[in-house]
C-alpha cells in the first residue's frame, strides 16, 4: 500500500525500493528534492535522540541523511519517517578510517541511553548465544549496523552512514568490528549483536548466525 505522507506536503513519483524484512521503504519526491520515507517509525523521543546523534555524527566527519519534519514539526506520521535522499557509490565497512570512528564515538560521549531501548528476549538458548562471554569494550553510542547497504562514498568523497535506527548505546567495539572484520573477539561480539537483532524478524539468518557462534569457540 503506497503510504500516506500528506502531512510533510505534496510527496510525488513515489516507488517502493528494497527495504530489508525489517521494515517497509519507498522513494520519492518532495518539493523538488528526492527523499526515503521508511516505516515502521520509532517513537517521538526515540527519533529527536537519533536527531541529536546523527548531528554529532556529521560533526566527526560523516555525511548523514537526518530526518525531515512535518509541517506540522513532528519528525513521525502515520507510522512513517522521512528523510533525504542521499546520492553516492556503496562502500565496504572495511574502508572506513578507523580514526573517524573513533572521532564519532568521542563526539557522542555523555549522550544518554536511546528512550525506549529495551534488551530483546530471545527464543531458547539463543539468549545465552547473544550474550557476550566476556565484556566488550568500552561502551558508548554506536551506529550498531555498519554495513555496505548503510554506507556510501559521496561525490564529496565523504563517507555517509545511513539506516540509523539501531544507534544505541553498545560496546564501541561493534562498530570498530566492521572496519577490522579479522578479530576474533570484535567478529564474536558483531555477530552476536545481529542475532540479538533478528531472532523474530528473520529467524532463517538467525539460524545461521546462532550455528556458526556454536561452531566456533570465540570469547
Do not use: Y
Not at 527495504?19 to 515502521?40: D, F, M, Q, T
Not at 517509525?41 to 530526518?67: H, I, K, M, N, Y
Not at 564529496?156 to 572484520?181: N, Q, T
Request: charged residues 20%; hydrophobic residues 45%; proline residues 11%.
Amino acid at each position: 500500500m503506497t503510504p500516506d505522507l500528506s502531512d510533510w506536503g505534496a510527496v510525488t513519483a513515489l516507488q517502493p525500493i528494497a527495504g530489508g524484512a525489517r521494515r517497509s521503504v519507498w522513494r520519492g519526491r518532495l518539493n523538488g528534492r528526492e527523499i526515503v520515507a521508511k516505516s515502521p517509525a520509532l517513537p517521538e523521543p526515540s527519533l529527536c535522540w537519533q536527531l541529536r546523534v546523527e548531528t554529532l555524527a556529521r560533526r566527526a566527519g560523516f555525511d548523514t541523511p537526518g530526518l525531515l519534519p512535518t509541517r506540522s514539526g513532528a519528525l513521525a506520521s502515520a507510522g512513517w519517517t522521512v528523510e533525504p535522499f542521499l546520492a553516492g557509490a556503496p562502500l565496504s565497512p572495511t574502508a572506513i578510517p578507523p580514526l573517524l570512528l573513533v572521532r564519532f564515538h568521542a563526539a557522542c560521549a555523555g549522550v544518554p541511553r536511546r528512550p525506549g531501548r529495551r534488551a530483546r528476549r530471545l527464543p531458547g538458548r539463543w539468549d545465552r548465544l547473544a550474550a557476550p562471554r566476556r565484556p566488550a569494550g568500552p561502551v558508548g553510542v554506536i551506529h550498531g549496523d555498519l554495513h555496505a547497504g548503510n554506507l556510501l562514498r559521496r561525490p564529496s568523497g565523504r563517507i555517509a552512514l545511513l539506516d540509523w535506527e539501531e544507534a544505541r548505546i553498545g560496546p564501541r567495539l561493534l562498530d570498530l568490528a566492521a572496519c577490522k572484520p579479522g578479530l576474533p573477539r570484535a567478529l564474536a561480539a558483531q555477530m552476536r549483536s545481529e542475532l540479538a537483532a533478528c531472532a523474530t524478524s528473520e529467524p532463517h539468518h538467525a539460524k545461521r548466525l546462532a550455528r556458526a557462534l556454536l561452531a566456533r569457540n570465540w570469547p
